[in-house]
């Protein structure tokens, strides 16, 4: 069992920079593929992005391709989602996942997640 806890969302402009992070406590944490996802109001559940257990491979989502970077340090139980030129589509409840069942490539399903944190909001203003 993993427990995760986000951490870095607010308000930002147009054009700015954000960096969530995401602190796990349980097991091992080098034994989890960790994602991102995010939530826009009345809409589904949808991936942004994920990394390997190792960190070693990641794969975005089309519309954050080039902007965000994901990242994780298995010293310190943590993934990070930097996230630079943001525009207001980017508005949503982030959510960190974990995922146990992932081996070497990365799972773009929530379905692929067993682990998810509280969310954090982040909102972009035009």
């Known amino acids: 069992q993993v427990q995760l806890v986000e951490s870095g969302g607010g308000l930002v402009q147009a054009g700015d920079s954000l960096r969530l992070s995401c602190a796990a406590s349980?097991?091992?944490?080098?034994?989890?593929?960790m994602g991102w996802f995010r939530q826009a109001p009345g809409k589904e559940r949808e991936f942004v992005a994920g990394?390997?257990?190792?960190?070693?491979?990641?794969a975005y989502a089309d519309s954050v391709k080039g902007r965000f970077l994901i990242s994780r340090d298995n010293a310190k139980n943590t993934v990070s989602l930097q996230m630079n030129s943001l525009n207001p589509d980017d508005t949503a409840v982030y959510y960190c996942?974990?995922?146990?069942?992932?081996?070497?490539?990365?799972?773009?399903?929530?379905?692929?997640?067993?682990?998810w944190g509280q969310g954090t909001q982040v909102t972009v203003s035009s």
């Open positions: 996942a974990a995922s146990s069942i992932s081996r070497t490539i990365v799972l773009r399903t929530t379905t692929g997640y067993g682990y």
């Open positions: 349980g097991r091992t944490f080098s034994s989890y593929a």
């Open positions: 990394i390997t257990r190792s960190g070693g491979d990641t």
